[in-house]
């Protein structure tokens, strides 16, 4: 039925556990895993003076290194995962635009992720993908 399955992952228990089920449910399709680094997470707080928004240079190499070391572990955890690939953005919107492209059958992914409370606050990743996605979309709980 499904031969392209979009399996996106946050790297929480319940990421993975839906990129295992996507395997074990679908075994004749193609599993696609995408793990998406938040840059909203990664940015600096910005500086604002007269000659415009600016992030002081010991803040950015900060943040740099923050985002290096997240994408070094992201690589890894793909891999601990049997591969995948690494995108950066905010989740909805990238699995949302990988889902539109025309590509995937349906996306899998986990109920809930390390949102917390910003899930309630700003609606969550799943919520998000059920009601925009033009393809099916399988919550795993």
Do not use: C
């Amino acid at each position: 039925m499904f031969q392209n399955v979009l399996a996106a992952t946050d790297f929480s228990p319940r990421g993975n556990a839906a990129v295992a089920w996507a395997r074990e449910a679908f075994p004749e399709a193609h599993v696609h895993v995408v793990h998406v680094l938040d840059t909203i997470a990664l940015h600096a707080p910005l500086v604002v003076s007269p000659s415009g928004p600016s992030v002081p240079l010991p803040i950015f190499s900060k943040v740099q290194e923050r985002a290096e070391r997240a994408t070094r572990e992201a690589l890894e955890t793909l891999a601990q995962l049997g591969g995948g690939e690494l995108r950066t953005g905010r989740p909805h919107e990238v699995v949302l635009q990988l889902a539109e492209d025309g590509s995937y059958d349906v996306v899998v992914l986990g109920a809930t992720g390390k949102g917390g409370l910003e899930k309630f606050l700003l609606g969550s990743t799943a919520e998000r993908l059920l009601r925009l996605a033009p393809i099916p979309v399988v919550i795993v709980p």
